[in-house]
């Protein structure tokens, strides 16, 4: 989908050499990430025709406020949080926070369930619209 796959960069140069660029409107090295709705319908509904299995992807997506939180709900289900972590840079300041999402769909287990694993990245600033997403 892009170079970052065969680049694999951590989780601090995602945030400060990407998601902060984008969010200032900045360019970003290593040429262009996609824009993608990755809550406006179902993950394969998304991918189907572009993504391989096991193929990493890199995304830039907004998210839709529910009141004062953000709201994963998709189509037939829901990206489920399943933890937080704080990202820091070497010299300790907190840059921001990689959670982790897995879909699950509504009504029980399914074939798709728990299938489609997500990193999302945002800033510590929790106003801002943009998020890195990584699968």
């Known amino acids: 989908m892009n170079s970052l796959a065969k680049y694999r ?10 998601l902060q660029p984008k969010v200032m409107g900045k360019p970003l090295p290593l040429g ?18 572009t993504l391989e299995l096991k ?3 890199y995304v830039f997506t907004e998210l839709t406020k529910m009141g004062s939180r953000n ?3 998709v ?10 972590t704080k990202i820091f840079n070497d010299g300790g300041d907190f840059l921001g926070y990689k959670k982790s999402f897995k879909f699950q769909e509504g009504g029980g ?4 369930s728990g299938r489609w694993i997500m990193k999302e990245f945002s800033m510590c ?11």
């Open 109 to 112: 287990p399914s074939a798709t």
């Open 75 to 84: 189509g037939s289900g829901t990206w489920k949080g399943q933890h937080r």
């Open 55 to 57: 193929q990493t992807f």
């Open 125 to 135: 600033d929790e106003r801002e619209e943009w998020f890195l997403c990584v699968g």
């Open 71 to 73: 709201s994963r709900t």
């Open 9 to 18: 960069p951590t989780d601090e140069c995602l945030i400060t050499d990407y």
């Open 32 to 49: 262009q990430i996609d824009e993608c709705d990755l809550y406006s319908q179902e993950p394969w509904k998304i991918f189907n025709t």
